[in-house]
């Protein structure tokens, strides 16, 4: 069992940043792929990025492309969104998951993303 908690979401204007980090329980955290999806009002759960156990490969949605990067820091057990160029678009709650044997299974709670126009 692995527990994930988001921080970092907030209220910012268009064109600004925001850095979302994702800290889990457990010291074997470099067993898993990670990722982080986000889900809009009234809208279905999509997914944004995801980085491999070692962090050498990630991979990005098209929307959030050349603007978000996601890492990792495998000591601290802890993933990282870097979202920067803000859109209004991107609103939405932003949740990080673990991936263990090619399935998402393990998910937070989730945190709250608000890009003002």
């Known amino acids: 069992q692995v527990q994930l908690v988001e921080s970092g979401g907030g209220l910012v204007q268009a064109g600004g940043s925001l850095r979302l980090s994702c800290a889990a329980s457990?010291?074997?955290?470099?067993?898993?792929?990670m990722g982080w999806f986000r889900q809009a009002p009234g809208k279905e759960r999509e997914f944004v990025a995801r980085i491999n156990w070692s962090g050498d490969t990630t991979y990005y949605a098209d929307s959030v492309k050349g603007r978000f990067t996601i890492s990792r820091d495998n000591p601290k057990s802890t993933a990282y969104l870097e979202m920067n160029s803000l859109e209004p678009e991107d609103t939405a709650v932003y949740y990080c998951?673990?991936?263990?044997?090619?399935?998402?299974?393990?998910w937070g709670q989730g945190t709250q993303v608000t890009v003002s126009s």
């Open positions: 457990r010291r074997t955290f470099s067993s898993y792929g």
């Open positions: 998951a673990a991936q263990f044997l090619n399935e998402w299974r393990y």
